[in-house]
């Protein structure tokens, strides 16, 4: 059973930065792309970013140079730097795994559980 578990999560001061992590349970998901969304309450969760097997990355605009996401393919690790963070980043925050490099949630067959992100004014 594939398993998705993230970890870094937690409160910063606007303007701060977090680490998120996301560790995969199955080395097949190697091959995979691996992307992070975000959700509010009351609200439909969003695209955040997304990066290939082979490295190629795509980011929304409201987190493009704010933003990193990265992966330590030998540990089917994946990882999201959060820097210069807003009030409205404030979300729960989700790793994914996908066979296709795309934006769409309905494209993600496995899903962590969540991590939450707090960004104080």
């Known amino acids: 059973q594939v398993q998705l578990v993230e970890s870094g999560g937690g409160l910063a001061q606007a303007g701060g930065s977090l680490r998120l992590s996301c560790a995969a349970s199955?080395?097949?998901?190697?091959?995979?792309?691996m992307a992070w969304f975000r959700q509010v309450p009351g609200k439909e969760r969003e695209f955040v970013a997304v990066i290939a097997n082979n490295g190629a990355t795509n980011y929304a605009d409201y987190v493009k140079g704010r933003f990193t996401i990265s992966r330590d393919s030998p540990k089917i690790t994946l990882y999201l730097q959060m820097n210069s963070l807003k009030p409205e980043d404030t979300a729960v925050y989700y790793c994914?795994?996908?066979?296709?490099?795309?934006?769409?949630?309905?494209?993600?067959?496995?899903w962590g559980q969540g991590t939450q992100v707090t960004v104080s004014s």
């Open positions: 994914a795994a996908s066979r296709l490099f795309t934006r769409a949630e309905s494209g993600y067959a496995y």
């Open positions: 199955d080395r097949s998901l190697s091959t995979y792309a």
